[in-house]
């Protein structure tokens, strides 16, 4: 503990020399360290990233290289300077060859190739596409930290990772195929498995070993001694040397990587090639695996869609899961970020992959995470924590549920204080029955969805109604099935429209229409229903269900008056036939009852739609319909708010009439 705030004492007193080249590369007066214990830690990511982005900055300004390249050159540096400072700490061999007067990029290529066989990555290129002045700039500037000092300060600060969030964009992430998974994710999750040091840890796909490193130190290895032996795979042979540099600057002992499509693992094979693989299964694996797109079906298997045709491809998650369980020991362990679809999608091909699961393993714990988890790396779908033991599930076992409502970050990524991750353990740990948070494991195995939100509504009750107390919303109000065709549309006609975003968001009134040619609508493609009077419109995707509004009760419902008869809008709304008063049906629609209902029943992972069939399954108390006085009181209340807005907005014209008197006297007085 001496040693990390002495480290931290002598890199902050030298912050004042940073600044003073935050803008440029350090000039050749600046000394380099040659000694690791000469070398000043990164202090905070705001340190680490203004680097980061200096000498990428600095790389493709010189080069123009494109952003793969770029890649592999900050690797082969890395995996050179990780290197240099475990194996020659106190005379750093990339300080020496700054100082000589030898062909510097002759030496630090050869040296980029002993490192990367060290690292047992001798198969990658190891040629790096720089002039000796731009690697010199580079090396000086990169030189003055120490990447070793860092994690001593900081054992589990993410340095890799923040160097590749810092350097890779979005678009590169897609051409690599690697979206890299928050940390507080995988930390998460390698605390509900409780890794031992006996273990065998494994990732289909590793990318950048995050998920590896976090179960590796959840197992609490003494410093010098041996922990879990983790094994990694990717299809990206970029992120096979990125997850060994990884695990070599946090002096991960056992670790052992493989360059390989993760469908394709012959564990028997593996093991032929080296005998640390265990040849039974791992008995933990961890990680994110690839969700995005589609894989094609083996040969001789079949998935029907919809009962009417065979389909040639599943979702990419699903042959995943299933090769998962097929690489875990018996009674080995799995924790698996995956897309909510999983566990709630109606597809046949995942009420297959559920009820697969049923049959062979048992699940121990589902942990809903928050809808911005991945947002600030670029990946837009909502994801959950799947976690199973291989096993047929004993009668007695329990399956653990639960939502984090934070993990410590925003939707950009920047830390807060709105972790919940505690709590969630907390319960994890207390393991009591009673708790609201559990359910048999063979009564989760009966239910069509397992997603955490259903779950907790099953569980307390919300979907359990009598018809002897409560009517379905279906019997107040009918679906109309009012699309016009396209084909229909005349090019140079004038057409009118609206979209959700016209509708205020609080009294369910149209605020402005938009005018446009037949030409611009065929361009919309979502503008797909044509309203009439008397229409009432609900909001159909649960983002709009739960939009903040002044009420908090999400985008109010819509009732179509004359003057928007025959109005073209789009298919996020469900147009509504009444079978009750209006007025009655909207107040029913915007209660907290329907809209917790409709947001459960909501599906998805990416984006979640209120199918008309949900309507069915929404209830509403009977009491509430069969009063006749509720309406009539209802449309008393509705008359009464109308001439408040109408209040409000006359108070408001007032407002900025008096605002405009004053500013037209002060522009009168100005130019007398």
């Known amino acids: 503990m001496a040693q990390r705030s002495k480290l931290r004492h002598k890199a902050e007193t030298e912050n004042g020399s940073l600044d003073l080249f935050a803008g440029a590369m350090l000039p050749a007066w ?367 076992e329990r399956t653990f549920f639960g939502t984090v409502r934070g993990l410590g970050y925003d939707r950009r990524g920047h830390q807060n204080k709105q972790g919940t991750v505690e709590e969630l353990l907390a319960a994890w740990e207390r393991d009591a029955p009673s708790d609201l948070c559990w359910i048999r494991t063979q009564d989760l195995y009966q239910l069509e969805r397992w997603d955490v939100p259903w779950l907790h509504a099953w569980t307390s009750g919300m979907l359990r109604f009598s018809e002897k107390t409560h009517v379905r919303l279906t019997d107040l109000c009918s679906v109309v099935r009012r699309t016009f065709s396209r084909r229909t549309v005349a090019p140079a006609k004038e057409y009118t429209y609206f979209e959700v975003g016209d509708a205020d968001i609080d009294h369910g009134t149209i605020k402005q229409v938009h005018r446009c040619t037949g030409k611009e609508i065929l361009r919309k493609g979502r503008l797909k229903l044509c309203v009439r009077a008397g229409d009432v419109l609900l909001p159909n995707h649960r983002d709009s269900l739960i939009a903040k509004t002044a009420a908090g009760v999400g985008r109010s419902a819509v009732r179509i008056g004359k003057e928007l008869e025959d109005c073209i809008t789009t298919d996020r709304f469900t147009p509504l036939e009444a079978k009750i008063d209006p007025n009655l049906l909207i107040a029913i629609l915007n209660s907290g009852l329907v809209r917790r209902q409709l947001e459960v029943h909501a599906r998805g992972s990416a984006s979640f739609d209120i199918r008309d069939k949900v309507l069915h399954e929404v209830w509403v108390p009977r009491s509430l319909v069969k009063d006749p006085q509720t309406a009539k009181r209802l449309n008393k209340l509705f008359q009464i708010r109308e001439r408040l807005r109408k209040r409000l907005e006359r108070t408001a014209q007032d407002i900025e009439a008096l605002i405009d008197d004053y500013s037209n006297r002060g522009d009168k007085a100005h130019r007398v």
């Open 30 to 396: 600046v000394a380099i360290p040659k000694s690791v214990s000469e070398a000043r830690p990164f202090v905070s990511i705001l340190d680490l990233r203004r680097i980061a982005g200096l000498i990428s900055d600095k790389i493709y300004a010189a080069h123009g290289h494109d952003r793969l390249r770029l890649f592999d050159t900050l690797l082969i540096l890395l995996a050179t300077k990780i290197y240099d400072e475990l194996h020659s700490p106190d005379a750093l061999q990339l300080s020496a060859f700054l100082s000589a007067d030898g062909n510097l990029l002759e030496q630090v290529q050869g040296y980029a190739r002993e490192a990367l066989a060290a690292m047992n990555c001798e198969g990658f290129p190891g040629e790096m596409d720089l002039t000796a002045d731009a690697l010199q700039d580079v090396l000086a500037l990169l030189g003055r930290y120490s990447l070793v000092n860092t994690l001593k300060i900081d054992p589990q600060a993410e340095v890799l990772g923040t160097f590749y969030q810092e350097i890779v964009s979005s678009t590169f992430r897609g051409s690599l195929g690697a979206y890299f998974t928050p940390k507080p994710v995988a930390d998460l999750a390698a605390a509900f498995c409780r890794p031992a040091l006996a273990d065998t840890i494994f990732d289909i796909s590793c990318g950048s070993a995050t998920f590896l490193l976090s179960a590796y130190r959840a197992a609490r290895p003494v410093l010098g001694t041996t922990g879990p032996t983790i094994f990694g795979n990717d299809i990206q042979e970029r992120m096979v040397l990125t997850s060994a540099l990884n695990c070599t600057l946090h002096q991960v002992k056992n670790a052992y990587f493989t360059h390989n499509d993760g469908l394709k693992i012959d564990l028997t094979i593996w093991h032929s090639q080296n005998r640390a693989v265990p040849k039974e299964g791992f008995s933990l694996i961890v990680g994110n695996p690839p969700f995005a797109g589609f894989d094609m079906l083996a040969s001789g298997e079949s998935s029907k869609g919809n009962g009417t045709a065979t389909r040639p491809r599943l979702h990419k998650i699903i042959p995943f899961i299933r090769k998962v369980v097929d690489l875990l020991a018996p009674d080995g362990r799995a924790a698996l970020v995956v897309p909510t679809s999983v566990l709630n999608a109606e597809a046949v091909s995942f009420r297959e992959l559920r009820d697969y699961l049923a049959r062979t393993v048992t699940v121990t714990a589902l942990v809903n995470l928050p809808r911005d988890a991945f947002v600030h790396t670029d990946c837009g779908v909502e994801g959950a924590l799947l976690f199973f033991a291989k096993r047929v599930p004993r009668s007695a």
